[in-house]
C-alpha cells in the first residue's frame, strides 16, 4: 500500500512539473493513465549499455536509465550484477511501447526478450510501471527518437 502511494505521488510529481522542451536526461510518458517525466541516464554507446545498473544499490523512484540503440532490432536484457529489481519499457523506433517486462529479479541472467524492433529501453524502479500504468501503446518522447517518426515528436514549448 505505500508504495503504490508513493508511486501515485510520484506520478503526480512528475506530470505537474514545468513543461520542458525534450532534453537528452530526461524522458516523458504519456497514455490513456496520465503522464510521466523521469530524468535519466542515456546508454548510448556499447560500453555503457552494457553496464547498465549494474551495481547500482537504489534509484529514486523518479530516475531511470535510457538504453539508446543506433538501429532498431530485437534486444534481450538480463539482470547479471543488477542489485535492484527493475521494470523494463521496450520501446519502438516510433516512441510507442512494445511491452513492458516487470520486476526483473536482481542477479538472474534468465534473457529477457523484448521484441523484433526495439529501439529504446527505459529502465525504471520495479513495479513502477504497473503503478503508474506503463502499458503497451503508452507513447514516449525524447530527442534520441527519430522525430520524423515519433507519434510524440519533440517540439519548442
Known sequence: MIARVLSVGVAIALAASPVLACAPETVELRGDWGAARFAVTLADTPDERARGL???EDMPL????????????????????TLIPLDMVFVSEKGVVQYVHENA???DETPIFGGAN????????????DQLGIKPGTQIRHPALDQDLAAWPCAAE
Open 54 to 56: 549494474m551495481f547500482v
Open 62 to 81: 523518479s530516475e531511470g536509465m535510457l538504453f539508446v540503440y543506433e538501429r532498431t532490432g530485437p534486444v534481450s536484457f538480463w539482470m547479471r550484477n
Open 105 to 107: 529479479i536482481p542477479g
Open 118 to 129: 526495439i529501439r529504446v529501453v527505459l529502465e525504471i524502479n520495479g513495479g513502477l510501471a
